[in-house]
């Protein structure tokens, strides 16, 4: 099986939500490239129902409706199948995002497998920094 690349990651994100595409076209009329990072923020901000699309409302359905479980399935997806620039741009960006977002533990609900075990590593991470040793 061929890894998926960021390219293949766009086309997926975009052709099952088409309600990122006019995010996508704002975003590159105002970077003159794509920034996956800061894309992948913006995806997660229309995800928690805190970024509107160009000329359109939130997410229909909210963090909890269709649209939000049909983009975190993509993701989710990718994440088994990318390649290491995608893993890194979801482990990273996409999870960082989710952990800011006001929606946090409803987008969660949709985390597949990967993308569960993965937070489950990085809460983890986060607990030893934060307990430090010889507690």
């Given at each position: 099986?061929?890894?998926?690349?960021?390219?293949?990651?766009?086309v997926d994100l975009l052709s099952t939500s088409p309600a990122l595409?006019?995010?996508?076209?704002?975003?590159?009329?105002?970077?003159?490239?794509?920034?996956?990072?800061?894309?992948?923020?913006?995806?997660?901000?229309?995800?928690?129902?805190?970024?509107?699309?160009?000329?359109?409302?939130?997410?229909?359905?909210?963090?909890?409706?269709?649209?939000?479980?049909?983009?975190?399935?993509?993701?989710?997806?990718?994440?088994?199948?990318?390649?290491a620039e995608v893993r890194e741009l979801i482990t990273l960006s996409?999870?960082?995002?989710?952990?800011?977002?006001?929606?946090?533990?409803?987008?969660?609900?949709?985390?597949?497998?990967?993308?569960?075990?993965?937070?489950?590593?990085?809460?983890?991470?986060?607990?030893?920094?934060?307990?430090?040793?010889?507690?």
């Open positions: 099986m061929t890894m998926s690349t960021l390219a293949h990651l766009l595409v006019p995010i996508y076209r704002e975003h590159l009329a105002l970077h003159d490239a794509l920034l996956p990072e800061v894309f992948m923020a913006q995806v997660t901000g229309w995800l928690s129902g805190t970024m509107h699309a160009a000329g359109e409302r939130t997410i229909p359905g909210g963090a909890a409706g269709d649209a939000a479980r049909t983009v975190v399935g993509v993701i989710e997806t990718h994440l088994t199948s990318g390649d996409f999870l960082d995002s989710i952990d800011a977002s006001p929606a946090n533990e409803v987008l969660r609900l949709h985390f597949g497998p990967s993308l569960r075990a993965e937070a489950a590593r990085r809460d983890g991470w986060e607990s030893d920094i934060s307990t430090g040793p010889g507690e």
